[in-house]
């Protein structure tokens, strides 16, 4: 590190990357040259805070490393643009259903959008489950979502190529036979009736038929969502395939965590206990194992509270269930941060204390802010 000056507020460019690492006066390192710094506020809380740069990068040199930093942020993709783009396309594509030709290659193409957001960042995907849920109307990212956390569970399990396409493809359509139902059902404020109860037990056979009339033959892919409902096969009067395990739980856990007026959502480790053990016993113990492993207490996404009593929001699995990387949105008084800060959970000071509700936390950001261009809008 070279010579160092004092930052000023001419420095910084509200909405471009920084052209200077930025240190504390210890000279430990706060922000990467790169970053982009989204508002004045935070702007003037890094001023007030006397933090430094390097003084060897001159004015041409400032100006270069912004242009290059600008460059790799266009170029780089993001995770969250791929999935809500998939959201649009596959909203399209199952109101339109009947009307749609070769529904099967456009479904396909809407799982692939899904794993190429998976491949930029696997965090920003799980995160998005808990935290992008108004992007599209319930039916649609309630399906994504499924998506997403299949493809997490299968690629953790080795699953086929073969494998991920028939288990993406099923959770993108599993529930087209009752989607405006599911929307209907959203604006309830009480538990659903009876008749509404019928629908969700027979919906899976009629919305196999229904795809079978759009022109779906995938033989797996059907059967895979005619049977995600069920715990035996009843064509065998066995347990059903594994693949469908995961998708059974993959679909019931996601539901499980979603806002929906008639009920409150579940914690996620809740949901993953109410999902996967029956009897005080896992349900199929091999798959519960990844999905314990996958998800954890605390996947990204979650609201948590530190010991040192600041509240934000996971953003990274860590080296173990309990300690992942946690950036921080309020302070321990209660008063919202000016940007994010990246906490070890691991330390004594910033371990977890409790997972919290998302609506307890009224705070409005980005998910940008939490996961920078990988997030981007």
Request: aromatic share 6%; proline share 6%.
């Amino acid at each position: 590190m070279g010579d160092q000056r004092r930052l000023t507020v001419s420095d910084i460019v509200i909405g471009e990357p920084l052209a200077w690492d930025i240190f504390t006066e210890g000279n430990k390192l706060l922000l990467r040259r790169g970053q982009v710094v989204q508002t004045a506020a935070q702007v003037q809380a890094l001023v007030q805070r006397g933090l430094y740069i390097d003084e060897e990068l001159s004015d041409a040199a400032a100006a270069r490393a912004r242009q290059e930093a600008m460059a790799r942020q266009v170029e780089r993709p993001s995770a969250l643009r791929f999935i809500n783009l998939a959201a649009r396309r596959l909203e399209k594509l199952l109101y339109n259903l009947s009307n749609e030709p070769e529904i099967e290659p456009k479904v396909r193409e809407v799982a692939k959008a899904l794993v190429f957001a998976s491949d930029v960042s696997s965090d920003v995907a799980i995160g998005s489950i808990l935290l992008n849920q108004r992007a599209a109307n319930y039916a649609v990212r309630h399906s994504i979502d499924t998506a997403l956390l299949v493809l997490d569970i299968a690629r953790a399990m080795n699953k086929t190529s073969e494998d991920i396409d028939h288990l993406m493809t099923a959770a993108l359509t599993m529930n087209v036979s009752i989607l405006r139902q599911q929307d209907q059902w959203q604006a309830r404020q009480e538990p659903l009736p009876p008749k509404d109860q019928e629908l969700i037990q027979c919906h899976a056979t009629e919305s196999a038929r229904m795809l079978r009339e759009a022109g779906v033959g995938d033989v797996e892919w059907l059967r895979y969502v005619e049977l995600h409902h069920v715990e035996c096969d009843p064509a065998t009067g066995g347990d059903v395939p594994q693949n469908v395990k995961i998708l059974r739980f993959a679909d019931a856990y996601c539901a499980s965590i979603a806002d929906r007026k008639y009920r409150k959502p579940l914690l996620p480790a809740t949901a993953l206990r109410d999902v996967l053990i029956a009897d005080g016993k896992p349900r199929d113990p091999l798959v519960a194992a990844y999905f314990i492993k996958e998800l954890g207490q605390y996947p990204p996404g979650t609201w948590v509270r530190l010991q040192s009593g600041e509240v934000g929001v996971v953003t990274r699995r860590g080296k173990t269930p309990t300690t992942p990387v946690v950036h921080a949105l309020i302070g321990p008084r209660g008063a919202p941060l000016s940007f994010p800060i990246q906490r070890d959970t691991s330390k004594d000071l910033y371990a977890l204390r409790e997972a919290l509700p998302a609506e307890s936390n009224a705070l409005r950001f980005s998910l940008q802010q939490l996961w920078g261009d990988d997030a981007a809008l």
